[in-house]
């Protein structure tokens, strides 16, 4: 049961794939809030994924859209437009890189790979977001997030080129946050999760344990993809007007900590 938080609110949620989805989780839970959205996914990802039944589950519209590709993403925008007129709240929860995909490590990057995973994890936000701009399309006091991860700030062994692109997608959020919020007073942040079990989670090399030490860092534990998305419904809400051009953590404290009695106690157990 909801609060109403969102309440006459209307949006478009990018990127749930399967149950485990983060963006699944946030549909669920902006749903319960009374909001009302299209959700939409790559192509291939309406195809073969489960996506289907969530829009039936939500009794919502479901189109397909290539985020990087500017005709898919009009289409999507005039089905929303025409259905909603005006709207409130974009979620993007897109990522992928064709290196990790491919075994590619870091210091064998393959750059039109490297290209494309500019462009689907990081690129199709401004994509998004400058042809929402020009079409007029948000409501004042709209809220645009996106999904990040703390490799854009600190190295991680292992999460490849999807570091840049994070700190790519975080610029975005801020240099965009800025013309929004002149514009129409649309608010645009990023929302740094922890290591969460989801396809584009586990496709990470050494998944499994950066989960657990980070689980052993955080004071809270790890934040769950249900955390998330409650995080997602506050930033959707009225109650985070002025909140904008920020990369927020949903980390369970991870971000601050340095060392942890838990994590001391498991190493010494090796
Ligand atoms: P997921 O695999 O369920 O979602 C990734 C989504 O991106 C999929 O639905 C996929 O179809 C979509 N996608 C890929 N290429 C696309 C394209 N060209 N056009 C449109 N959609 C496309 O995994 P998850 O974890 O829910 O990922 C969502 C976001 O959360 C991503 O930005 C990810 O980097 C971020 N994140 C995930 C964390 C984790 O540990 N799972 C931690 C921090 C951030």
Known sequence: MGN????????IIFGALDKNSIAWKVAEEVYAEGGRFVLTNAPAAVRMGSI????KELDCPLMAADATNEEDLN???DLAESEYGKIDFVLHSIGMSPNVRKKRGYTNLHYKFLGKTYDI???SFHKI???LYKRDLMNEWGSILA???IAAQRTFSDYNDMAEAKALLESIARSFGYHYGKKAKVRVNTISQSPTQ???GTGVKGFDKMYSYAELLSPLGNATAEDCAKYCVMMFSDYTRRITMQNLYSDGGFSNMGISKELLDALSLE
């Open 4 to 11: 109403n938080l969102l309440q006459g609110k209307k949006g």
């Open 52 to 55: 289907k039944s969530l829009a």
């Open 75 to 77: 289409k999507l925008f």
């Open 121 to 123: 994890s990081a690129i």
């Open 129 to 131: 977001m400058q042809l």
């Open 147 to 149: 999904l990040s991860y």
């Open 198 to 200: 989801t396809t584009a």
